[in-house]
């Protein structure tokens, strides 16, 4: 790997110094903050706060220096070692920030989480260290953070926690961090976040941060550099939005007053605006719209949007994404609408799904991400509509990081490493990305920009192609997919969809068929979707195409989570009979019912043995959400009735106590409410069928999750009441990914593990590299296989990719 290479992951940067050892930290590439300036332990210390970990050092190197973090994880349980940075800053109207890091042994760290204090919260992001004894730059944006608590704004930072999980083993390593500082940036997008809207409880928290990312991330891939700004700081004097020429509110259905002026006052200096899904109140005339009401797709979820003969300059024929439903706004004088809503049939609904005026484009669904086909060009025609000349500045930027894949700076180097090895068509693939280059370059020097963007895109796939052909495929290993949608893939029937995943090498299918109090199947025991006389059996659709094209199937069932597309009765008759959850607080949680319940535990036992009576030619049957939420449920009346029947006395304090003098009995007591099922599912299945294969998927981390969650899965495993399990490691970084399934192998006894691959959750859910990448670590682990999450529209821009060589039949 060279000095330079920089790999994207998410919206974290990373540039691998591997020149420099850990004796030499190296040199600040912008100014470091004021607070990371020390000459002693002591002055180190002050400012790195350990919480419940060992003491910082600092290590002087010449002009440079850098504070060890000891990590003393050995004969501890502490599943992470973090320290506080205390230092006020104003990142209100920075990119982010940037330091460099040294680990000794990145395969002892199970994965490093960065946090920003803000007022009454946090806010946070995953990063990655992609080599162990080597200096690497991180940068970490504010885009597409998570959120605890009540964040404050991004203004009001009072201190960063870095935080690093423990990896497969509990022995002591130790981490360096240099040249902490802050990234600022000019750009012409400013993206505005909902951060005023965040409230504890509220289910639309991770929306917020999360359809802001999604347009973050298409800018990216577009070339496109944008601000983030939160909407508590929007109004202040010296934000980004002072110098911009475009906002983007990708979903900011409140902001305040003060809000609202600066971005009329934005206006008035000709600015233009992106607005998707809501508007505040009053702001519908600045946009040229007026609201008319609220539609769901009548299909299930549509197709994209399709262009009107307004349509914009660039602007895709269809744009697909599969949104369930739209705001319906209507055009006020002077604008116009610019693309319409199509089913998932091809049927135009005549919904306004876009609509442009002089200054605006509004669209009637949250922005989901860049995988959807021809959705990038959409954002690119929106842009260069609000903002003409940015079309030459994307083109620029696409030439410039053609070949840019994974850890790969350019084509020359990917031409580097396929060497001597490559394949005949690898290297075809390779020579027509270089020409595609040499084509784009010559339409961007004649002006032709959108021809220039459409050669780099070709130039890509190219060479994305050369490095796909390049991976082996291992035969008689299990490759199968979860699938959350009960009818597959959107606008295909379950015949096309499996055809499609068996053609591309895979032979396995997780349909997620049932819920704790729904089944897409003719169920006696759960209450049946609404569409089963219409829409058929989805179990035995599915069933058929995949005997037919020889792919297993293991339906997938959701434990405990009534779901969210339900009979109301049930989950009223539910609430009646005290068989739903409460939490430490006293909250009901509606739709989760209670593990310790015995009806409960029948009802689920029931529901998923009945699918093996039912279906003599299904594969298998399989647990997911085989836990509880959280540490905070369940702790209603039934739960402390049967736990102080168990211990055989009573709760002086409750709740309480089962934090404190109780906490052991009341973790085991959790722990063998949710076994209890594993166990009963196991002698029932396997009484009707012995064949009949039982599979979970899993929390990462069973020496923690057995408590936080009550996920005893290495007992289950040592029981022998799993046939294989899936760990959901879904995490971007390739070491984090090999740090968790290696640490698994250690907990799974003789059962198979098959490690979870979250190409859907990534924060690019187009990467065939990345994916290849984690393949190819499970195999060199020989777990035998693995399994992707989701079978989707993502999926199925990555499957042909695979089929080149990874899993090529």
């Known amino acids: 790997m060279s000095n330079h290479t920089t790999m994207l992951m998410g919206l974290v940067t990373m540039m691998c110094l591997c020149a420099l050892g850990q004796g030499v930290a190296p040199k600040a590439t ?100 992609p080599s162990s004894g080597s200096w690497c730059h991180v940068e970490v944006t504010k885009s597409g953070v998570g959120t605890e608590g009540n964040p404050s704004g991004w203004g009001d930072i009072s201190a960063i926690r870095l935080s690093f999980w423990t990896g497969q ?62 909407d508590l700081d929007i109004a202040k004097d010296d934000t980004p939005l002072k110098t911009a020429k475009l906002l983007v509110m990708p979903y900011n259905p409140k902001i305040s007053p003060e809000a609202i002026t600066a971005l009329e006052q934005f206006a008035e200096r000709g600015g233009k605006f992106l607005a998707l899904y809501s508007l505040p109140e009053g702001m519908e005339s600045l946009f040229g719209v007026r609201r008319k009401g609220w539609e769901k797709c009548p299909t299930g979820a549509f197709k994209g949007y399709r262009a009107t003969k307004d349509r914009l300059p660039g602007q895709p024929d269809l744009a697909r994404q599969t949104s369930p439903h739209t705001v319906i706004m209507e055009p006020e004088p002077g604008s116009k609408v610019i693309a319409t809503w199509e089913d998932s049939e091809g049927n135009d609904l005549g919904w306004p799904g876009a609509i442009a005026s002089p200054r605006s484009v509004f669209l009637g669904h949250v922005w989901f991400s860049p995988g959807g086909e021809n959705v990038s060009q959409f954002l690119l025609s929106i842009v260069g509509y609000l903002c003409p000349g940015i079309w030459e500045k994307s083109s620029r930027t696409s030439i410039d990081q053609i070949g840019t894949l994974g850890y790969f700076s350019g084509l020359s180097e990917l031409r580097e490493m396929l060497g001597k090895e490559a394949t005949v068509e690898a290297r075809r693939a390779l020579d027509a990305a270089c020409s595609l280059r040499d084509k784009a370059q010559h339409a961007f020097d004649k002006r032709d920009y959108w021809e220039a963007m459409s050669l780099c895109e070709q130039a890509n796939a190219r060479a994305l192609e050369a490095y796909c052909r390049m991976a082996r495929s291992v035969p008689g290993e299990h490759r199968g997919f979860w699938c959350h949608s009960a009818k597959g893939l959107p606008g295909k029937t379950w ?10 090498g895979f032979n396995a299918i997780f349909p997620n068929m049932l819920w704790g109090g729904m089944a897409y199947y003719p169920s006696d025991v759960l209450p049946r979707y609404k569409g089963l006389e219409k829409e058929g059996d989805q179990v035995r659709l599915c069933l058929d195409a995949c005997k037919k094209y020889g792919v297993a199937c293991h339906v997938w069932k959701v434990n405990w989570n009534m779901g969210s597309h339900l009979d109301n009765d049930f989950v009223e008759k539910m609430v009646a009979e005290e068989r739903v959850q409460v939490t ?15 009806a409960n535990l029948r009802l689920e036992a029931d529901s998923m043995v009945e699918l093996v009576k039912k279906y003599p030619d299904l594969d298998g049957i399989h647990f997911d959400y085989i836990r509880y939420p959280d540490g905070n449920s369940c702790f209603c009346a039934g739960c402390r009735q049967r736990f102080e029947a168990k211990i055989g006395k009573q709760v002086e304090d409750w709740p309480k106590d089962t934090r404190a003098i109780l906490r052991e009995e009341w973790q085991d007591f959790r722990r063998e409410n949710i076994t209890a099922l594993v166990k009963l599912v196991h002698q029932e299945g396997k009484a009707v069928r012995k064949s009949i294969q039982i599979s979970a998927a899993l929390f990462g981390n069973w020496m923690s999750d057995r408590n936080s969650v009550a996920q005893d899965w290495e007992l289950w495993c040592r029981n022998g009441w799993l ?18 399934c290696t640490r698994q192998q250690n907990w799974r006894h003789k059962v198979p593990m098959y490690p979870g691959i979250g190409l859907s959750c990534w924060k690019y859910t187009f990467d065939p590299v990345n994916m290849v990448k984690q393949i190819e670590i499970a195999r060199d682990l020989k777990t035998g296989g693995f399994n992707v999450f989701n079978y989707d529209n993502h999926a199925l821009k990555v499957l042909p990719f695979m089929s080149l060589g990874c899993t090529k039949e």
């Open 30 to 129: 912008a100014p470091v903050i004021p607070e990371f300036s020390f000459s002693s332990d002591a002055d180190a210390q002050k400012v790195f706060y350990p919480t419940d970990s060992p003491k910082v050092s600092w290590v002087q190197t010449g002009e440079t220096g850098y504070v060890k973090l000891p990590m003393a994880f050995k004969g501890t349980t502490a599943a992470r070692m973090c320290w506080d940075v205390l230092a006020k800053l104003d990142l209100s109207k920075s990119k982010g920030i940037a330091f460099d890091i040294y680990a000794e042994d990145v395969e002892l760290l199970g994965g490093m989480t960065i946090y920003f204090k803000s007022g009454d919260g946090w806010y946070s992001s995953h990063f990655g260290i």
């Open 495 to 504: 015949d096309e969809a499996i055809e499609i995943l068996a053609k591309h």
């Open 584 to 598: 430490y607080s006293s909250e009901l949680k509606k739709t989760w019912l209670c593990p310790s319940h015995p």
């Open 723 to 740: 046939d294989f399990g899936c760990p959901m490691n879904y995490t971007d970084w390739p070491n984090t990914f090999k740090s968790q």
């Open 169 to 230: 083993d509990k022995k002591d390593t130790f981490a360096a961090v240099a040249n902490l500082s802050v990234l600022e940036y000019k750009s012409d997008i400013v993206v505005m976040t909902a951060d005023s809207c965040i409230r504890p409880g509220n289910p639309e928290n991770k929306g917020y941060s999360q359809f802001a990312a999604a347009i973050v991330r298409t800018l990216d891939t577009l070339g496109l550099e944008s601000a983030t700004v939160s």
